[in-house]
């Protein structure tokens, strides 16, 4: 069974930077792609960023593009997404989820497996 463990949220001014982890146990990772949500209060969790298994290739929502990058270590087993220019409007839990895919392809109602979360919290 593949668990997924996000890490690396915490609070950070505007401008500010963080990469969150995703560890992944159980699976290798290898065959899943790989994406990254967020849910802010109120809203709807939306999709922020994807990976492929095979191909490593990557998607932005429009509002992180040139921001945000999404990349795989596979001897680690763990995806990282490294948030740069971080605005308030990015406050939000941050979910990574798993899909068996090799497309770069993640639609938040058919991902398979999901972490809890990590909150990340941009205020100055």
């Known amino acids: 069974q593949l668990q997924l463990v996000e890490s690396g949220g915490g609070l950070v001014q505007p401008g500010g930077s963080l990469r969150l982890s995703c560890a992944a146990s159980g699976v290798t990772l290898a065959y899943y792609t790989i994406g990254w949500f967020r849910q802010a209060p109120g809203k709807e969790r939306e999709g922020v960023s994807c990976?492929?298994?095979?191909?490593?290739?990557?998607t932005y929502a429009d509002s992180v593009k040139g921001r945000f990058t999404i990349s795989r270590d596979s001897a680690k087993n763990t995806v990282y997404l490294q948030m740069h220019s971080l605005k308030p409007e990015d406050t939000a839990v941050y979910y990574c989820?798993?899909?068996?895919?090799?497309?770069?392809?993640?639609?938040?109602?058919?991902?398979?497996?999901w972490g809890k979360g990590t909150l990340v919290t941009v205020s100055s």
């Open positions: 989820a798993a899909l068996l895919n090799s497309r770069a392809y993640c639609p938040v109602g058919e991902m398979s497996y």
């Open positions: 990976i492929s298994s095979r191909t490593m290739t990557t």
